[in-house]
């Protein structure tokens, strides 16, 4: 059986008016009544309850305190980046420079390579003492 | 009776919870009481750790290239080079200035002979009495790093 367009929508044309034709019939007063049971009868609105409400606000506040406490523990000056362009060392220069300033200084006094050398067993036979 | 908690019941819990968690976000180094690590130093404190490197700097203009010369070297070592040069900064530390000079200037002429003759000056220098080495030197003074003739017993010490 074939579905001729024209005739479907001549077809539902002709039961909406019948249905509003209908609907005119049912008296103002059963039509309310239709209404409020038709409502009553549709899923509430989702809402949050209050207690977890609570433990919401209660746990965003402990975040943001926690944050504030936490960022006030962190020295005020210098983060990396700040001494890295001043020409701060590096790990690995600090590494190199020894254990203390004055050795830090020293280190650049010779040739690291003469360094090296010195601690080489060979230069330990050479040596004067 | 509600048993529920009331919220401020329930941050003041949060706040308790919350506390241990934020003293413990501090240096990620976990270093000993006393000094915190480079990076939780102040700016002032770096400085002061700084200070005698860039005093050093500043009242050395012509040995500044040098300088950074060497420490792009320190750089490009490796953590067992960097080891074993700061064992040999130990050994010239204890060095008198004589034997400073002396070992200065058989590094620089060790460095620029080709292997077979520099085993061979090493085999001179074992046998040479103390007398022998001092004219060694005086005949083959140690050079600084531009060339020129480096001054005896000249040792920042």
Known sequence: ?129 | MQSVPTPLLAFVVAIAMALPLASRAQAPGASPPGMPAWDSLTRQQREILVAPLRDRWDASPGKRPEMLQRAERWQQMTPEQRRQGRQGMQRWKDMSPEARHQMRALHGALRELPDAERAALRERWKAMAPEQRRAWVAAHPPRDAHGATAARARDPR
């Open chain 1, 1 to 129: 059986m074939t579905t001729d367009p024209q005739a479907a929508t001549a077809f539902d044309r002709h039961a909406r008016a019948l249905h509003a034709a209908a609907i005119e019939q049912v008296p103002t007063r059963a039509l309310h009544q239709l209404r409020m049971r038709r409502r009553a009868a549709a899923p509430a609105p989702a809402r949050v309850p209050a207690r977890i409400r609570g433990w919401s606000v209660a746990t965003a506040c402990a975040a943001v305190f926690a944050v504030a406490v936490g960022v006030r523990m962190v020295p005020s000056e210098a983060p990396v980046a700040v001494m890295a362009a001043a020409g701060a060392p590096s790990s690995a220069t600090t590494a190199a420079l020894a254990d203390d300033p004055i050795d830090a200084v020293a280190s650049l006094d010779e040739d690291p390579d003469f360094y090296l050398w010195l601690a080489s067993s060979d230069a330990q036979l050479l040596a004067l003492e």
